[in-house]
């Protein structure tokens, strides 16, 4: 089942949030875009794992990760490849 978002801590966000390989690729090409922070990481993390749960999927795609990007005010655009 999905969890939910809600006093979901880093560990818990590592353990539970589960990543196509391209969302993972995605998600490394942000941390070099933007210098994310751990704790930045892991919003990314929480806010695509919302953003999937909304359009009732399982795993966190790589639209997903850049649209929780996208939402991160100092981070550019990222080109799919």
């Known amino acids: 089942g999905v969890l939910t978002n809600a006093g979901m801590d880093a560990r818990l966000t590592r353990r539970h949030v589960r990543l196509e390989k391209d ?11 933007a210098a994310l922070s751990a704790r930045g990481h892991d919003r990314v993390l929480r806010l695509a794992r919302t953003i999937a749960d909304l359009d009732g999927r399982e795993r966190i795609g790589a639209a997903d990760i850049d649209e929780a990007l996208g939402y991160r005010v100092n981070v550019p655009a990222l080109v799919a490849a």
Not at 26 to 32: D, E, N, T, Y
Request: proline share 0%; aromatic share 0%.
């Open 23 to 33: 969302a993972a690729k995605r998600l490394i090409a942000g941390h070099r875009r």
